[in-house]
Protein backbone atom coordinates (compact mmCIF):
# COMPACT_ATOMS: atom_id res chain seq x y z
CA UNK A 1 0.00 0.00 0.00
CA UNK A 2 1.61 3.61 -0.39
CA UNK A 3 -0.43 6.04 1.18
CA UNK A 4 -0.28 9.82 0.01
CA UNK A 5 1.25 12.79 2.66
CA UNK A 6 -2.15 14.64 4.55
CA UNK A 7 1.02 17.71 5.47
CA UNK A 8 0.46 18.38 1.15
CA UNK A 9 -2.19 21.00 1.31
CA UNK A 10 -4.16 19.32 -1.70
CA UNK A 11 -3.89 16.29 0.25
CA UNK A 12 -5.03 17.12 3.30
CA UNK A 13 -7.47 19.31 1.29
CA UNK A 14 -8.79 15.42 -0.25
CA UNK A 15 -9.16 14.04 3.33
CA UNK A 16 -10.94 16.62 5.44
CA UNK A 17 -12.62 18.71 2.88
CA UNK A 18 -14.81 15.74 1.14
CA UNK A 19 -18.41 17.06 1.25
CA UNK A 20 -19.35 13.60 0.78
CA UNK A 21 -17.09 12.57 3.72
CA UNK A 22 -17.91 15.02 6.56
CA UNK A 23 -17.46 12.71 9.24
CA UNK A 24 -13.51 12.61 8.71
CA UNK A 25 -13.79 16.52 9.68
CA UNK A 26 -16.33 16.09 12.40
CA UNK A 27 -14.06 13.70 14.07
CA UNK A 28 -11.14 16.08 13.42
CA UNK A 29 -13.03 18.87 14.45
CA UNK A 30 -14.26 17.49 17.51
CA UNK A 31 -11.19 15.90 19.10
CA UNK A 32 -8.83 18.77 18.38
CA UNK A 33 -10.94 21.68 20.09
CA UNK A 34 -12.64 18.57 22.25
CA UNK A 35 -16.19 19.15 21.81
CA UNK A 36 -18.20 17.30 24.00
CA UNK A 37 -22.03 16.57 24.89
CA UNK A 38 -23.97 19.14 23.60
CA UNK A 39 -21.12 21.38 22.17
CA UNK A 40 -20.15 18.07 19.76
CA UNK A 41 -20.27 19.23 16.01
CA UNK A 42 -23.01 17.00 14.70
CA UNK A 43 -23.23 18.43 10.99
CA UNK A 44 -20.97 20.43 8.94
CA UNK A 45 -21.11 22.39 5.44
CA UNK A 46 -18.17 22.53 4.17
CA UNK A 47 -18.10 26.12 2.05
CA UNK A 48 -14.95 25.34 0.02
CA UNK A 49 -15.30 21.71 -0.94
CA UNK A 50 -12.42 20.00 -2.22
CA UNK A 51 -11.91 19.84 -6.60
CA UNK A 52 -9.17 18.74 -8.29
CA UNK A 53 -7.24 21.53 -9.79
CA UNK A 54 -5.43 22.41 -12.93
CA UNK A 55 -2.04 22.63 -12.88
CA UNK A 56 -2.12 25.90 -14.48
CA UNK A 57 -4.51 27.20 -11.59
CA UNK A 58 -2.74 25.83 -8.66
CA UNK A 59 -1.38 29.06 -7.63
CA UNK A 60 -4.65 30.46 -7.45
CA UNK A 61 -6.10 27.41 -5.37
CA UNK A 62 -7.44 28.33 -1.87
CA UNK A 63 -6.31 25.29 -0.21
CA UNK A 64 -7.46 25.72 3.53
CA UNK A 65 -10.72 24.51 4.71
CA UNK A 66 -13.56 26.54 5.92
CA UNK A 67 -17.01 25.00 7.52
CA UNK A 68 -20.29 25.87 9.09
CA UNK A 69 -21.14 23.93 12.24
CA UNK A 70 -24.95 23.18 13.02
CA UNK A 71 -24.95 26.44 14.90
CA UNK A 72 -22.99 28.44 11.96
CA UNK A 73 -19.73 28.75 14.10
CA UNK A 74 -17.24 28.73 11.70
CA UNK A 75 -14.06 27.19 11.39
CA UNK A 76 -11.16 27.76 9.83
CA UNK A 77 -8.54 24.69 9.21
CA UNK A 78 -4.87 25.45 7.44
CA UNK A 79 -2.26 22.99 6.84
CA UNK A 80 1.48 24.59 6.71
CA UNK A 81 4.31 23.08 5.90
CA UNK A 82 7.04 25.41 4.55
CA UNK A 83 7.81 28.03 7.75
CA UNK A 84 6.64 31.07 7.84
CA UNK A 85 7.84 33.54 10.23
CA UNK A 86 3.96 35.56 9.98
CA UNK A 87 1.70 32.81 10.05
CA UNK A 88 0.51 33.73 13.50
CA UNK A 89 -0.33 36.99 12.21
CA UNK A 90 -1.94 35.21 8.56
CA UNK A 91 -3.78 33.47 11.46
CA UNK A 92 -5.23 36.60 13.03
CA UNK A 93 -6.17 38.16 9.50
CA UNK A 94 -7.83 35.00 7.94
CA UNK A 95 -9.83 34.82 11.22
CA UNK A 96 -10.65 38.65 11.55
CA UNK A 97 -11.87 38.96 7.92
CA UNK A 98 -14.58 35.36 8.36
CA UNK A 99 -15.51 36.93 11.17
CA UNK A 100 -16.38 40.52 9.51
CA UNK A 101 -17.89 38.68 6.36
CA UNK A 102 -20.38 37.39 8.36
CA UNK A 103 -22.57 40.35 8.10
CA UNK A 104 -23.35 43.44 5.97
CA UNK A 105 -22.72 46.96 7.51
CA UNK A 106 -26.73 47.52 7.71
CA UNK A 107 -26.95 44.13 10.03
CA UNK A 108 -27.26 43.56 13.46
CA UNK A 109 -23.88 42.54 15.98
CA UNK A 110 -25.85 39.80 17.37
CA UNK A 111 -25.58 37.78 14.29
CA UNK A 112 -21.73 37.39 14.16
CA UNK A 113 -20.88 34.01 15.20
CA UNK A 114 -17.64 32.60 16.64
CA UNK A 115 -14.45 31.79 14.07
CA UNK A 116 -12.53 28.78 15.43
CA UNK A 117 -8.98 28.96 13.84
CA UNK A 118 -6.76 25.48 13.51
CA UNK A 119 -3.27 25.90 12.29
CA UNK A 120 -1.34 22.16 11.65
CA UNK A 121 2.31 23.57 11.15
CA UNK A 122 5.27 21.76 10.03
CA UNK A 123 7.65 23.63 12.15
CA UNK A 124 7.49 25.16 15.66
CA UNK A 125 6.19 28.29 15.85
CA UNK A 126 6.20 29.09 19.54
CA UNK A 127 8.61 28.52 22.73
CA UNK A 128 6.98 26.16 24.49
CA UNK A 129 7.37 22.11 24.70
CA UNK A 130 3.70 21.29 23.93
CA UNK A 131 2.30 20.17 20.45
CA UNK A 132 -0.87 21.65 21.16
CA UNK A 133 -1.75 25.21 22.67
CA UNK A 134 -4.85 26.91 22.49
CA UNK A 135 -4.90 31.01 22.50
CA UNK A 136 -8.22 33.21 23.83
CA UNK A 137 -9.12 36.73 24.31
CA UNK A 138 -8.67 37.10 27.91
CA UNK A 139 -8.97 39.62 30.84
CA UNK A 140 -5.43 40.26 31.91
CA UNK A 141 -6.84 40.25 35.88
CA UNK A 142 -9.36 37.83 35.94
CA UNK A 143 -8.06 35.76 33.05
CA UNK A 144 -11.81 35.58 32.26
CA UNK A 145 -12.61 34.77 28.62
CA UNK A 146 -15.12 38.03 27.87
CA UNK A 147 -14.58 38.19 24.24
CA UNK A 148 -15.59 35.08 23.27
CA UNK A 149 -15.52 34.98 19.46
CA UNK A 150 -12.45 34.42 18.26
CA UNK A 151 -10.32 31.02 19.19
CA UNK A 152 -6.91 29.98 17.57
CA UNK A 153 -5.74 26.35 17.69
CA UNK A 154 -2.23 25.15 16.95
CA UNK A 155 -0.69 21.85 15.71
CA UNK A 156 3.19 22.27 15.59
CA UNK A 157 3.96 18.82 14.44
CA UNK A 158 7.67 19.17 14.71
CA UNK A 159 7.02 18.76 18.58
CA UNK A 160 4.84 15.79 18.54
CA UNK A 161 6.59 12.47 19.15
CA UNK A 162 4.46 9.97 20.54
CA UNK A 163 4.70 6.65 19.60
CA UNK A 164 1.06 4.72 18.06
CA UNK A 165 1.06 2.55 21.27
CA UNK A 166 1.08 5.93 23.37
CA UNK A 167 -1.75 7.66 21.26
CA UNK A 168 -4.47 6.80 23.39
CA UNK A 169 -7.49 9.88 22.12
CA UNK A 170 -8.72 10.35 18.81
CA UNK A 171 -6.94 13.68 18.70
CA UNK A 172 -3.67 11.80 19.29
CA UNK A 173 -4.74 9.24 16.72
CA UNK A 174 -5.38 12.02 14.01
CA UNK A 175 -2.50 14.09 14.87
CA UNK A 176 -0.30 10.71 14.17
CA UNK A 177 -2.07 9.96 10.85
CA UNK A 178 -1.10 13.10 9.72
CA UNK A 179 2.36 13.37 10.67
CA UNK A 180 3.27 9.78 9.51
CA UNK A 181 0.50 7.98 7.47
CA UNK A 182 2.60 8.09 4.18
CA UNK A 183 5.37 5.77 5.87
CA UNK A 184 2.61 3.05 6.61
CA UNK A 185 2.82 -0.05 4.59
CA UNK A 186 -0.49 -1.73 6.01
CA UNK A 187 -3.01 0.22 8.28
CA UNK A 188 -2.17 -0.18 12.11
CA UNK A 189 -4.84 -2.16 14.53
CA UNK A 190 -4.93 0.86 16.65
CA UNK A 191 -7.01 2.75 13.63
CA UNK A 192 -8.93 0.00 13.34
CA UNK A 193 -12.85 -0.47 13.94
CA UNK A 194 -12.77 3.11 13.57
CA UNK A 195 -15.15 4.53 10.91
CA UNK A 196 -13.59 8.26 10.23
CA UNK A 197 -10.62 6.63 10.33
CA UNK A 198 -11.62 3.54 7.50
CA UNK A 199 -12.67 6.33 5.39
CA UNK A 200 -9.22 8.58 5.98
CA UNK A 201 -6.74 5.36 4.96
CA UNK A 202 -8.79 4.85 1.62
CA UNK A 203 -8.79 8.45 1.00
CA UNK A 204 -5.31 8.67 0.94
CA UNK A 205 -4.73 5.30 -0.61
CA UNK A 206 -2.92 6.42 -3.95
CA UNK A 207 -4.45 3.39 -5.81
CA UNK A 208 -7.65 4.97 -5.59
CA UNK A 209 -6.88 7.73 -6.80
CA UNK A 210 -7.85 8.90 -10.86
CA UNK A 211 -4.83 10.14 -13.40
CA UNK A 212 -5.54 13.78 -12.80
CA UNK A 213 -4.80 13.33 -9.27
CA UNK A 214 -2.01 11.53 -9.63
CA UNK A 215 -0.49 13.69 -11.69
CA UNK A 216 -1.30 16.80 -9.41
CA UNK A 217 0.43 15.20 -6.48
CA UNK A 218 3.82 14.39 -8.31
CA UNK A 219 3.50 17.97 -9.73
CA UNK A 220 3.15 19.50 -5.95
CA UNK A 221 5.92 17.03 -4.59
CA UNK A 222 8.15 18.32 -7.57
CA UNK A 223 7.43 21.32 -6.82
CA UNK A 224 8.02 21.56 -3.29
CA UNK A 225 11.51 19.54 -3.81
CA UNK A 226 12.99 22.68 -6.35
CA UNK A 227 11.63 25.49 -3.61
CA UNK A 228 13.83 23.32 -1.49
CA UNK A 229 17.10 22.64 -3.38
CA UNK A 230 16.67 26.48 -4.25
CA UNK A 231 16.85 27.29 -1.01
CA UNK A 232 19.47 25.03 0.43
CA UNK A 233 21.42 26.49 -2.89
CA UNK A 234 20.69 30.06 -1.61
CA UNK A 235 22.00 28.97 1.68
CA UNK A 236 25.36 27.44 0.47
CA UNK A 237 26.25 30.62 -1.39
CA UNK A 238 25.81 33.01 1.01
CA UNK A 239 27.92 30.90 3.16
CA UNK A 240 30.38 30.82 0.30
CA UNK A 241 30.57 34.47 -0.50
CA UNK A 242 30.34 35.21 3.79
CA UNK A 243 33.78 32.89 3.72
CA UNK A 244 35.13 34.22 0.61
CA UNK A 245 34.68 37.97 2.12
CA UNK A 246 36.53 36.70 5.42
CA UNK A 247 39.53 35.38 3.56
CA UNK A 248 40.10 38.64 1.52
CA UNK A 249 39.62 40.38 5.00
CA UNK A 250 42.05 38.36 6.59
CA UNK A 251 44.38 38.96 3.61
CA UNK A 252 44.07 42.69 3.67
CA UNK A 253 44.64 42.56 7.47
CA UNK A 254 48.25 40.03 6.73
CA UNK A 255 49.26 42.69 4.13
CA UNK A 256 49.01 45.81 6.41
CA UNK A 257 51.10 43.91 9.38
CA UNK A 258 53.41 42.79 7.10
Not at 110 to 131: M, P, Q
Not at 211 to 235: C, H, P, W
Not at 238 to 248: A, P
Amino acid sequence: MKFADPKDDLVFKKIFGDENKTEVLISFLNSILEFKNNKQIKKVIILNPYQTPQIKDLKNTILDIKALNQDNEEFIVEMQIEKDKNFAKRSLYYTSKSYVNQIKKSENYNKLKKVYFIGILNFAIFDTKSYMSKHLIMDNITYKQELKDFEFNFIELDKFNLKLQECNSLSKKWIYFIKNVENFDLIPVEYENIKEFDIAFDTALMMNWNKKELEIYDYVSMQEGKRLNEFETAVEDRLERGRKQGMEKRNIQITKTS
